[in-house]
């Protein structure tokens, strides 16, 4: 849960950036939920590009915070010829931020 006195409550795009980016090198707390993954096979996007997404992509969709409190963004990026975009919730907490990836697709 949040503690209010020990986390902050905004988040800017640089530090969301930063969070993505350490999450795709294996360096930060990710998560891929079962709706991406799911979607990741059905779509045929392979875990690596879902990691080379989060550690080089630019935002989609802009980091806006949802009614839950946490911080939600797109990111694109081209990889093998097709760009993938991975739709994050970034968690803060003060045990540790979390980013989940909740969906992946391809814009052809």
Not at 11 to 22: C, F
Not at 39 to 51: A, D, E, F, P, S
Not at 55 to 82: I, M, N, Q, T
């Amino acid at each position: 849960m949040y503690a209010m006195g020990s986390v902050s409550l905004h988040l800017t795009a640089a530090r969301a950036r930063k969070l993505l980016k350490e999450a795709g090198d294996g360096k930060g707390r990710l998560a891929i939920s079962l709706h991406a993954q799911a979607r990741m096979k059905q779509r045929k996007i392979g875990r690596t590009q879902v990691l080379e997404t989060l550690k080089h992509g630019s935002f989609v969709e802009p980091l806006y915070r949802d009614v839950k409190g946490d911080w939600r963004c797109s990111v694109g990026w081209f990889h093998a010829g097709s760009r993938i975009v991975v739709a994050a919730v970034i968690k803060l907490a003060s045990n540790g931020d979390l980013v989940v990836v909740a969906t992946v697709f391809r814009e052809d």
